[in-house]
C-alpha cells in the first residue's frame, strides 16, 4: 500500500527566516507530485507539480521554490519567509494526468 | 486562469435528509473533475470523480451530474449521516497537471 508522509507535523517560524518542509512517497514509483497550500479557513491553492526527478513546474509565484531530489522525495523552501506565508501546506500524489490525488496529512505553519 | 465556484458555502441538515452541493466552472479546456472530502482533523480524502465525456456517476450514497454546456457539476448525497460531516471540495483538471479548487461546503449534518 501507498503512504505519504509530510514532515514536520507544525512549524513556527520567524519572518526572515529560511523553511524547508518535506514530503515522502512510499509504495508507489514515478508518482505525479503536488504541493498546496490552504489558508485557515481557506481553499486549495496549488503551488508545485512535478511528474518526473528533477523536474518541477511552479503554479504560482508565492517566494517558494520547490525541489525533487528523489522520485519518493518532494521539497518546498524558501529562503525569507513572510508573513503571508503562515498557513496550512499539503503535499498530494496521483498515479498520472487524470487520476484522483492522495494527500498527506500537512504542515501546519505559523510565521510570526 | 481556471476559476470554480461552490454553492452554498455552508449546509446544516438533519441526520438522514438529502443535500445538494454545487460547483461551476470557468475553463471549457477542463474536463477531469474530482471531488474530495476533508472531515475534521483528517486528511483530504477522495470521494468521486467524473470525466467531461460523461453526465452522471454514482457511488452508494453519492451522485455526480456534469453539465458540460453550462459548465456546472451537482454533487448530490442522500440519506446524510454524521459521518458526512466534512468540508467538501470539488475540483477542475484541464489537459496538464493544473489543478484548480472550489472554496468548499461545509456540510453540518445533525443527529
Known amino acids: 500500500a501507498q503512504t505519504i508522509h509530510q514532515w514536520p507535523v507544525a512549524e513556527i517560524k520567524a519572518v526572515g527566516s529560511p523553511l524547508s518542509l518535506g514530503c515522502t512517497i512510499k509504495g508507489k514509483s514515478s508518482p505525479n507530485l503536488y504541493w498546496y497550500w490552504q489558508a485557515t479557513g481557506g481553499t486549495l491553492q496549488q503551488l508545485f507539480y512535478?511528474?518526473?526527478?528533477?523536474?518541477v513546474e511552479s503554479v504560482v509565484q508565492l517566494n517558494l521554490s520547490a525541489s525533487r531530489p528523489k522520485d519518493d522525495q518532494f521539497i518546498l523552501s524558501t529562503e525569507k519567509l513572510l508573513l503571508s506565508h503562515s498557513g496550512f501546506y499539503l503535499c498530494?500524489?496521483?498515479?498520472?494526468?487524470?487520476?484522483?490525488?492522495?494527500f498527506g496529512p500537512g504542515t501546519r505553519l505559523t510565521v510570526l | 486562469g481556471e476559476q470554480v465556484e461552490q454553492l452554498p458555502s455552508s449546509l446544516i441538515v438533519q441526520e438522514g435528509a438529502s443535500v445538494l452541493i454545487n460547483c461551476s466552472y470557468t475553463d471549457s479546456a477542463s474536463v477531469y473533475f474530482p471531488w474530495y472530502k476533508q472531515e475534521p482533523g483528517k486528511r483530504l480524502q477522495f470521494i468521486i470523480d467524473i470525466r467531461s465525456n460523461m453526465e452522471r456517476k454514482q457511488t452508494q450514497r453519492l451522485t455526480l451530474l456534469f453539465d458540460k454546456k453550462t459548465k456546472h457539476l451537482s454533487l448530490h448525497i442522500t440519506a446524510t449521516q454524521p459521518g458526512d460531516s466534512a468540508i467538501y471540495f470539488c475540483s477542475a483538471r484541464a489537459g496538464n497537471e493544473k489543478i484548480t479548487f472550489g472554496a468548499g461546503t461545509k456540510l453540518t449534518i445533525k443527529p
Open positions: 512535478s511528474i518526473t526527478v528533477g523536474q
Open positions: 498530494a500524489w496521483s498515479l498520472e494526468w487524470g487520476y484522483e490525488q492522495y
